[in-house]
C-alpha cells in the first residue's frame, strides 16, 4: 500500500493550535472567523486534538525535526515485513528528514 500523501495532498492537515492562540482565534475569541471555523470543523468530527490517553492519541513528526531521520528509519524497519511499498515510501521520507533535511532544527 502507498501512503496516502503520495497520491495527492494527503490523509491530515495540521493546524498549529499555538498560533491560532497566539493570534488570539480561540482562546481570547478575537477572531471570530477562525473560532467558527474550528467550531466547523469539531461539529462535523473533522478534527482530532489528539487528547493524552484517548483513542485518537497521536504524536506529529515534522520531516525538519531533528531526530525525525531516525525514528522514520526504524518505522520503516518494522512495517517492512508487513508492506515493503509501504516501508519503502517511510524509508524514502526518512532520508529527507532530520539531518537530511535542509531546514533541520531542534523540535519545538
Do not use: T, W
Not at 31 to 50: F, K, M, R
Amino acid at each position: 500500500m502507498k501512503l496516502d500523501r503520495n497520491s495527492g495532498r494527503g490523509k491530515y492537515a495540521i493546524v498549529n493550535l499555538r498560533e491560532i492562540e497566539r493570534i488570539g482565534g480561540v482562546s481570547h475569541g478575537r477572531n471570530p472567523d477562525i473560532a467558527h471555523a474550528l467550531h466547523i470543523l469539531e461539529l462535523n468530527d473533522l478534527i482530532e486534538y489528539g487528547d493524552v490517553g484517548s483513542e485518537n492519541e497521536f504524536f506529529v513528526i515534522k520531516l525538519k525535526d531533528k531526530y525525525a531521520d531516525a525514528a522514520l528509519a526504524r518505522y520503516a524497519a518494522m512495517a517492512s515485513s508487513d508492506d515493503a511499498e509501504y516501508a519503502n515510501d517511510v524509508a524514502a521520507m526518512a532520508a529527507r528528514s532530520g539531518v537530511h533535511h535542509p531546514n533541520c532544527k531542534q523540535p519545538d
